[in-house]
């Protein structure tokens, strides 16, 4: 069965330092993979997605995850966190052969001044 | 740009009654979806539309739940009798024609918080 797991509830960054937000999947097939970001209030939003086209997939906002087959990882970075990016974050993987999506449990990201 | 929105985006009911969440997909849109995040929960997976039936759906979608596309724009997601448990964040989604392979990005709306009493 397909699946991926958010290894952190929560993560809290100073503002200006990296961030890491750590997701490993399941997939007897090849996946396709989601990030999404969901601020207070607001709905889901894409940041970027992984189709086998490049490992290394660059989103909005300045986000970028890699998505690594050999340690079924798709860990999603950003160089410099801001303010803004304190939100919850989930990893989504699509169910090969349907539009289902599978949802991990979320990273709240907090960023201190 | 093009955006998926919901109405209301907070309904309180009393257990037993009826609701019915709206949803406006984005415009060019065929595929059309249902999720759920109960409080402190994993977003779930409900049920997914395509030409006008039911593509897909979740354990979690039993008898008392059932979309509608009842015009070209709305999509509609109907709870006949409310239970406490059915209290949640329901988000809508949309996508359009599957354009390659084990692809499909999906837009959300701001979801609809439904409250049970």
Not at chain 1, 24 to 52: A, D, E, I, M, R
Not at chain 2, 31 to 54: A, C, T
Request: aromatic residues 14%; contains cysteine.
């Amino acid at each position: 069965a397909q699946s991926v797991t958010q290894l952190d509830s929560h993560v809290s960054v100073s503002e200006g330092t990296p961030v890491l937000l750590r997701c490993n999947y399941s997939s007897s097939y090849s996946p396709s993979l989601f990030w999404y970001v969901q601020h207070p209030n607001k709905g889901l939003q894409l940041l970027l997605k992984y189709t086998s086209a490049a490992t290394l997939v660059k989103g909005i906002n300045g986000f970028e995850a890699e998505f690594k087959k050999s340690e079924t990882s798709f860990h999603l970075t950003k160089p410099s966190a801001h303010m803004s990016d304190a939100a919850e974050y989930f990893c989504v993987v699509l169910i090969a052969g349907t539009y289902k999506y599978i949802f991990g449990t979320g990273t709240r990201l907090k960023v201190l001044a | 740009e093009p955006e998926v929105t919901q109405t209301p985006s907070h309904q309180v009911t009393q257990m037993g009654q009826e609701v019915i969440l709206r949803c406006v997909p984005i415009s060019n849109h065929l595929y059309f979806y249902w999720y759920r995040q109960i409080l402190g929960q994993k977003v779930e997976f409900l049920v997914s539309f395509y030409n006008n039936e039911i593509s897909e759906k979740s354990e979690i979608f039993d008898d008392q739940f059932s979309v509608e596309r009842p015009d070209g724009s709305n999509f509609t997601l109907k709870i006949r009798s409310t239970k406490l448990e059915d209290s949640a964040m329901y988000f809508c989604a949309s996508s359009a024609v599957r354009a390659l392979e084990n692809y499909n990005e999906q837009f959300f709306g701001p979801g609809t918080r439904l409250t049970v009493l």
